[in-house]
């Protein structure tokens, strides 16, 4: 191995620049002591039709949630409601509402993403109280929303915006909608600095010696170098083992052997590929082939039986002719078993049926 001497590296800054590297960094870092955060909103009712209400009320909404999980949050929800039916004389209805949900977000809240959107379900149970006091009467539903949490703005105060829709069993059923604007507060979680002293850079001198690899020879491309080859001359694509001879069984991957229609005559881009094959079959004496041919789609079973079997012998012909010894080569005729194209739509689809494949039998 040729050990050349490099370069002399020098390693680290000097001057001004190591003097402001070593200056002292004070950086903001939150710090989590609970998973607890508190939502105050107000928002804006929109009742069902059939509840005699305007069109809007309004509403205060209460939250104490608990983040069980990164993408996770159980939360705990009281609302009052005030929807007016426009006819004075203490007509209005107001509406208490406890409930239970569990919000869902594709990313972990209490980091400081611009905005962590999330999607909601839960049930509650709703106090309804009405000009008739006959009608006052509490009922059990359902909700489901969804909304966004903003990164903190000041003080971890985050901006939070729902948007819900809420069945109640009132009576016959009630399908009544709801959006909220407010804040989002979460409880024990405070910023601290935290200053950071960079380690002291030194200036070293290091001495670098590189070894230069004498050049890989691999002749037939096979992946393993010549040195190391005992079987050269294996075609391009061909898996070997670590001595670079073929592994039996495989169907050797070449550019495709194709011949004219309904005939058994070779076309002449195939020629140059069976060139090639007949160069490694000379070079490993040991390694044996079968040859199958195939047929298109068309025609009868008995008829593309017997082209292939032509065809098959037709290749096996020209490689003894280019010095292959017979005893290596054994040619099969399929037919139109195992086609290339399921369903032929084209010429191409034909000629690509039309073929002959090599299988490594032995070595």
Known sequence: MLKTLVALAVVGTAGAAL???????????????????VSVMGGLAVPDSGRGADTFGGNLTFIFGNQIHENIAVEGRFTAALLETGRGNGSDLYQYTGGIDVSFSPFDRRDEHALTPFALVGLLTTADDVATAKLDDSSFGANAGIGFVTKPLFHNLRLRAEGRYIYSSYESGFHDFSVGLGIELPLGREREKLTVIPAKVETKVVEIVKSVPRPIIDTDGDTVEDAQDTCPGTPKGVRVDAAGCVLPGQLLSLRPITFEASEARLRPNSQSALDIMARGLIAQPSLKIEIRGYCALSGS??????????????????????????????????????????RERNDDDRTLNRRVEFKVISR
């Open 301 to 342: 079973a008995a008829e593309t039986l017997e082209l292939s079997q032509q065809r098959a012998d037709v290749v096996r012909s020209y490689l003894i002719e280019k010095g292959v010894s017979s005893g290596q080569l054994t040619a099969v005729g399929y037919g139109k078993k195992q086609p290339k194209v399921a």
């Open 19 to 37: 003097a402001q590297e070593e200056q002292p960094v004070t950086r903001d870092r939150l710090v989590y002591n609970s998973n607890d955060y």
